[in-house]
């Protein structure tokens, strides 16, 4: 019963961190109806606003052709990076799965098997 509190709690938890993140970003919109903006955008409006004749050291290697585009590339690099994680997650809960079963089995005594009946000798009933 304690578990399943503590696991509800964290869950409450998350939600609510959630909502307030949600309730503040709506509440600093910028005004041009982008309420949600990614880092690289916003640092370079910034550079751009105080520092009007900054040359970029670099340019894009790849530009997108539309939102939808660089949208569909960014979830299929967070699909590939979640499945990776998952991946060596998965390996290494199940090696450690093995060591403890190899540690289980090597610390249990080993007991005689019954002897074997042997043809060359008569049993006894009785």
Known sequence: MRKH???LAILLAIVALFA????LGTRQSTGDGETFIGT???ATTHIEENHPGYTPWFQ???????GEVESGLFALQA???AGALGFV??????RRRQRRSA???SSRPVSDPEPACDAAEPQSRG
């Open 5 to 7: 509190a503590s696991t």
């Open 20 to 23: 307030v993140a949600m309730v």
């Open 40 to 42: 690289d955008s916003a």
């Open 60 to 66: 894009t290697i790849f530009e997108p052709s539309s």
């Open 79 to 81: 699909a590939l990076g």
């Open 89 to 94: 997650l998965g390996t290494m809960r199940e």
């Open 103 to 105: 540690a289980d089995d």
